[in-house]
Nanobody, 123 residues
Framework: QVQLVESGGGLVQAGGSLSLSCAAS????????MGWFRQAPGKERDFVAR????????YYADSVKGRFTISRDNAKNTVYLQMNSLKPEDTADYYC????????????????WGQGTQVTVSS
């Protein structure tokens, strides 16, 4: 069993920055691929970014490429999402997830999920 807890969400003006953290506990493994997903009101859950366990492979949704950076600190069992140049369309609940597949951008391939943290970007 793995527990994931996101933090760092909040309200920010367009063009601003926000950093999200996801702390893992329980039977964690550095072998997990970690992903970030988001879900806006009335919308489906969308992929944002993912990182492999060594951090040598990252991948981003086109909508956030060049603005968001995913990273991880395996010693702390924590994954981060640095969000810069935020736009109103980035407003959503953000979730971190852990999975065993090496390369995965699909939500149904992740095994463990956090409770989510709200991000609101104002104009």
């Amino acid at each position: 069993q793995v527990q994931l807890v996101e933090s760092g969400g909040g309200l920010v003006q367009a063009g601003g920055s926000l950093s999200l953290s996801c702390a893992a506990s329980g039977r964690t493994s550095s072998g997990y691929t970690m992903g970030w997903f988001r879900q806006a009101p009335g919308k489906e859950r969308d992929f944002v970014a993912r990182i492999t366990w060594r951090g040598t492979s990252t991948y981003y949704a086109d909508s956030v490429k060049g603005r968001f950076t995913i990273s991880r600190d395996n010693a702390k069992n924590t994954v981060y999402l640095q969000m810069n140049s935020l736009k109103p369309e980035d407003t959503a609940d953000y979730y971190c997830a852990a999975g065993l597949r090496y390369l995965s951008t699909s939500a149904n391939e992740y095994l463990y999920w956090g409770q989510g943290t709200q991000v609101t970007v104002s104009s």
